[in-house]
């Protein structure tokens, strides 16, 4: 139980449906102990603080007459998931910690402190999506809601955790959850839908990753031209198809970052009109690949998902030297360390690291 409204209902509907429920608060980030002191919002003690967090937890738990308990894996997750972050930050990649957090935080050391602590038959929690059962096998499906669906977000887990977790608002949707927690008197019904990374929260996110890496000025060229028309702090803070924050106020053309020059510190951005050439493309080579069911499906068409929220692309898989191969519709800015996820119908197959784009 965070306090926000998703795990709130997650509870309420656990408890009417007869379940003996045990609220568990996680905390997974220390500001202090992480030298968290660079990005924070004027509003961060407002919206962000763990204390308050927990405060409305603990309120709803209160309500609902079910017992809370706060643990923390602020160690784990350091060396789980923020450590690799960082590493991939400063090799130029994309990386995605929520999904790095689902798979070793959320369902790995929570699940199993729950079933050990607490004889726990199963864990709940309050993310958009659900588990279908086909012929005895369960399956991880997209939720009712398409737009706030969470399973790009929970394709590195595996068929074992699957079996011990429910999704109980999968099948509302937001406005509906909203909803339910208003009828029911729940103080947190309105509460505004965090944002951010995982467990950290919102940032002003060039200064959050100054606290841990240095900043290294370069070179912003033209790609068409090679032409030097500005300096950039450091190539991490940017990621392709950005068109936003560029510093670029005197060009008279929208600019979009479409490649970085890691060996020689240069960021190159091109004109809107030739994102088709520079930023299009068609096939990518996938790392470290997580099948859900622990093997790829026999038909190899697939919906593939390069971004949460993004509109699911039309594509077929090949497997090579144990990578991933998609070829899919002309998408833009693939980017390398960010995730491709899966799909056949409704259920989410898994996913894997964008290694490379290949064409």
């Known amino acids: 139980m965070s306090g926000g409204v998703d795990s709130s209902v997650c509870a309420l509907i656990l408890k009417n449906q007869g379940y003996e429920v045990i609220g568990v608060f996680m905390q997974n980030w220390d500001d202090y102990l992480n030298n968290d002191k660079l990005g924070h919002l004027k509003n961060h003690n407002e919206q962000c603080n763990v204390y308050k967090d927990f405060s409305d937890a603990k309120k709803i738990a209160d309500l609902l007459n079910i017992k809370i308990y706060k643990i923390d894996f602020i160690k784990d997750y350091w060396n789980k998931v923020f450590k690799y972050t960082i590493k991939q930050y400063k090799k130029g990649l994309t990386p995605n910690p929520d999904i790095l957090c689902n798979k070793y935080i959320k369902f790995d050391k929570f699940l199993n402190y729950a079933k050990n602590k607490f004889n726990a038959d199963y864990v709940a929690m309050g993310h958009y999506a659900t588990i279908k059962t086909i012929k005895g096998v369960k399956y991880l499906g997209m939720s009712k809601d398409t737009d706030h669906d969470q399973t790009y977000f929970l394709c590195g887990l595996e068929q074992k955790q699957i079996n011990d977790i429910v999704f109980p608002i999968g099948k509302y949707t937001k406005d509906e959850v909203r909803k339910i927690a208003k009828e029911n008197n729940l103080p947190v019904w309105n509460r505004k839908n965090s944002t951010g990374i995982c467990f950290i929260g919102e940032r002003k996110f060039n200064d959050f990753l100054e606290n841990y890496i240095s900043t290294k000025e370069g070179e912003i060229k033209e790609i068409e031209t090679n032409k030097t028309i500005s300096k950039h702090k450091g190539i991490m803070y940017y990621t392709l198809g950005q ?97 491709a996820v899966l799909y056949q119908g409704k259920i989410c197959l898994g996913g894997g690291e964008i290694e490379k784009i290949l064409k």
């Open 243 to 339: 068109n936003k924050d560029l510093g670029l106020s005197g060009c008279t053309e929208r600019k979009f970052v479409c490649k970085k020059d890691i060996k020689n510190n240069i960021l190159y951005v091109c004109n809107k009109k030739n994102i088709d050439k520079y930023l299009g493309s068609e096939q990518c080579i996938v790392q470290n690949f997580n099948w859900i069911n622990s093997k790829a499906p026999i038909n190899s068409s697939v919906y593939i998902r390069f971004r949460h929220r993004q509109k699911l692309i039309k594509g077929n898989f090949s497997i090579k030297n144990n990578k991933i191969i998609l070829n899919y519709a002309k998408t833009y800015a693939v980017t390398p360390g960010q995730y």
